[in-house]
């Protein structure tokens, strides 16, 4: 890593919010990954003096949020992470429209949201993620997701230029969004909801929560669903019913509670997920000639690729 970059890397972020060979392992929810040369947490307006200085220096950089979509290589990343975190007073509640920074939790946006009697991002409680990594992927769950709620998003540029995009100008789909094909980094969302009652949206969530620990593995580290669900088809049925429930290589399993879930069952290292998707993968196409595409988002570099 250029020296320079770094020493001006530490006159534009505080030292102690900048770490070298970081192990990614400990910023991702799957538990997995090698280390990054650099991992940075720069705070307002320092984000954009990061990404100024990565274009002066070509320094690839990466922005992660919780972590909780991810996939990291067992060699690590190259170049420069950006973890977006936010502080408790970067919600901001005004009538029905709540404004939000990018590396707040789903969940404490969907609590705060309560707190004020508005319903609608119930369904986002439980979601792991971040408000930046729930814009990027369009995330959502039991009926609901961030496009029914969103208004308007806060991004900057490759340049460092902040623009404001409508939810229209996203292109939000399935899963995705326009956000990284344009290199956009989100630095805050607007939502609207509705007026409801709090007592029947903390019944919601309670309800939605239950679910999900009946139903999935919340006892081991993921990445949550691991495949995106195909057209006319659960992933996790389909993996059931090619008989890979419990299918393990390495530390990697496939859930025994949701077959939609690849979990840490200990110590797995990235290799071992990805054999184990590739796995998934060329079974479910044998058995039912439906490919699965991977809903964890690949980061770093790994020893083999999945063939997708």
């Not at 990445?223 to 195909?230: E, Y």
Request: aromatic fraction near 6%; charge should be negative.
């Amino acid at each position: 890593m250029n020296q320079q970059f770094l020493t001006e890397l530490k006159a534009v972020t505080a030292e102690n919010r900048i770490f070298t060979d970081e192990p990614m392992k400990k910023h991702t929810t799957f538990r997995v990954g090698g280390p990054a040369d650099i991992l940075v947490q720069p705070k307002g307006t320092e984000l954009a003096a990061v990404i100024r200085l990565c274009r002066k220096y070509d320094v690839p950089y990466q922005v992660i949020g919780n972590g909780s979509n991810l996939l990291v290589g067992d060699r690590g990343i190259r170049g420069l992470v950006i973890e977006m975190l936010s502080k408790e007073d970067e919600i901001c509640v005004e009538d029905d429209c709540i404004t939000v920074g990018a590396g707040m939790l789903l969940s404490k946006t969907a609590n705060r949201a309560a707190e004020h009697g508005l319903t609608g991002m119930e369904f986002a409680a439980g979601i792991p993620g971040s408000i930046g990594g729930a814009v990027v992927m369009n995330a959502g769950a039991y009926g609901g997701e961030m496009k029914d709620i969103l208004t308007a998003v806060t991004v900057l540029d490759q340049e460092g230029n902040e623009k404001i995009l409508s939810a229209e100008e996203l292109e939000l789909g399935y899963r995705t969004s326009c956000i990284l094909k344009k290199g956009y980094i989100v630095t805050g969302a607007k939502i609207k909801l509705k007026h409801g009652e709090e007592t029947a949206i903390r019944a919601r969530m309670e309800e939605l929560k239950k679910q999900r620990v009946e139903k999935q593995p919340l006892e081991y580290p993921s990445a949550g669903s691991t495949f995106k669900r195909p057209e006319g088809y659960f992933a996790g049925k389909l993996i059931m019913d090619s008989g890979l429930r419990g299918y393990q290589i390495g530390g990697a399993r496939v859930s025994d509670k949701h077959c939609g879930f690849v979990i840490n069952a200990g110590d797995a290292t990235a290799q071992d997920v990805v054999a184990l998707m590739d796995h998934v993968t060329e079974v479910v196409r044998e058995k039912y000639g439906v490919t699965l595409e991977p809903e964890v988002k690949f980061l770093g570099e790994f020893d083999k690729k999945c063939d997708w």
